[in-house]
T-cell receptor
Framework: GAVVSQHPSRVICKSGTSVKIECRSL??????MFWYRQFPKQSLMLMAT?????????EQGVEKDKFLINHASLTLSTLTVASAHPEDSSFYIC?????????FGSGTRLTVV | GQNIDQPTEMTATEGAIVQINCTYQ??????LFWYQQHAGEAPTFLSY????GLEEKGRFSSFLSRSKGYSYLLLKELQMKDSASYLC???????????FGKGTRLSVIA
């Protein structure tokens, strides 16, 4: 079945640094990738939608200059958290729609100290 | 909005049956998913309903009533490992993102 590989699974970084999260579709072409964020004991909240070859669409309240999304190919979408701060600590997860439903990456636990 | 409502927490006994309800706005509805999520992990697909009725898959069943904007997930013969969050998610049209409810944290006790 469809697989989305997400890396890294965990990252701890210092405040002010940038972190890049990658999601690769391994056996299908993902023209669209959805990026979600999940805070502890809360549900998944959509941050943005990336489309291959075009600008990402951000949800209300999500800073596009802070959460930089690039979807340069049909198999790779990246989310970069620029100048991360402790309040950005969260679980980030990507999801791609496919012919058999929605496929999720394994998630990235970001901790900013 | 597309409010998707489900209970925040539930507790049930090992071996018992539990039903987790979910209500959603019907306008534009195009399908409903149930996912299981353990803490710190990605959601795991459980079921997909697009037509009215009951879909049974082993110990898990999911029901949908499109006219009522209502679904439930039924878990039978509960096991301790079923302790997790259960997410109701709706797709409203085409290739749009899933809209998730807040999730129901289920605790299975001995």
């Amino acid at each position: 079945g469809a697989v989305v590989s997400q890396h890294p699974s965990r990252v701890i970084c210092k405040s002010g640094t940038s972190v890049k999260i990658e999601c690769r579709s391994l056996d299908f072409q993902a023209t669209t990738m959805f990026w979600y964020r999940q805070f502890p004991k809360q549900s998944l909240m959509l941050m943005a939608t990336s489309n291959e070859g075009s600008k990402a669409t951000y949800e209300q309240g999500v800073e596009k200059d802070k959460f930089l999304i690039n979807h340069a190919s049909l198999t790779l979408s990246t989310l970069t958290v620029a100048s991360a701060h402790p309040e950005d600590s969260s679980f980030y997860i990507c999801s791609a729609p496919g012919t058999t439903g929605y496929t999720f990456g394994s998630g990235t636990r970001l901790t900013v100290v | 909005g597309q409010n998707i409502d489900q209970p925040t927490e539930m507790t049930a006994t090992e071996g018992a049956i539990v039903q987790i309800n979910c209500t959603y706005q019907t306008s534009g509805f195009n399908g409903l998913f149930w996912y299981q999520q353990h803490a710190g992990e990605a959601p795991t697909f459980l079921s997909y309903n697009v037509l009215d009725g009951l879909e049974e898959k082993g110990r898990f069943s999911s029901f949908l009533s499109r006219s009522k904007g209502y679904s439930y997930l039924l878990l039978k013969e509960l096991q301790m490992k079923d302790s997790a969050s259960y997410l109701c998610a709706v797709i409203y049209s085409g290739n749009t993102p899933l809209v998730f409810g807040k999730g129901t944290r289920l605790s299975v006790i001995a």
